[in-house]
């Protein structure tokens, strides 16, 4: 597609039960990121892909959330045992090269509810 | 560590008043900076940026310069308009793109224009 996409837009989930959550980055873009947004708060870096480098997984808040991606297309995050405090707007970005001197693009976001 | 910080808000003006979101940030060297726009129901957009020191950003009629000494990037517009109605994000990347390549953002600052 023209830009990058995430799926689904919208998940309400109940606490304790597992989430996964899609990018499908700009086809050609090397770079991926995951963010995440709480409500009234700046983007929170979670987990950065480079091409074939390792992962930097530095961001991610603890070990119920992973990340996977498949050589330079799409990525999953995973979130096991969901809990209230994971509540907010998971955001995906792409970019040309993994150097944050250029643009990234973003997607429009997953929307994330734990009940 | 790196980090930015950008006014409080929201912001709500009348249409063709004069804008500006105050950004400041913390950094070693000089990091590239950038502003970032999310219009309701998109992704993050990059609206501007600016990689060295006095530097000038401009785009649709926002611009931000780049100021060393006061460790700024205020974003600034002439005469705003209902569609300039966003979050904007204020956004660093540390030099050398840092060891994720990731950006630092901003919380974000809601503007409302009312016509």
Redesign the interface.
Known sequence: GA??SQSPSNKVTEKGKDVELRCDPISGHT?L?W?RQRL????E?LI?F?GNSAP?K??LPSDRFSAERTGESVSTLTIQRTQQEDSAVY?C?SSWK????G???????SRLTVL | GDS?TQMEGPVTLSEEAFLTINCTYTATGYP?LFW?VQYP??????LL?A?KADDKGSNKGFEATYRKETTSFHLEKGSVQVSDSAVY?CAL?PP?????????????TKLSVKP
């Open positions: 830009g990058v770079a990121y963010y009234g708060q700046g983007l870096f950065y480079q930097d530095s961001g955001l970005a993994g150097r944050a001197g643009e990234l693009f973003f997607g429009e976001g | 930015v590239s970032y129901g998109e992704g993050l957009q990059l940026k990689t994000f990347s050398g793109g840092g060891s994720q390549g990731n950006l630092i953002f901003g919380k974000g």
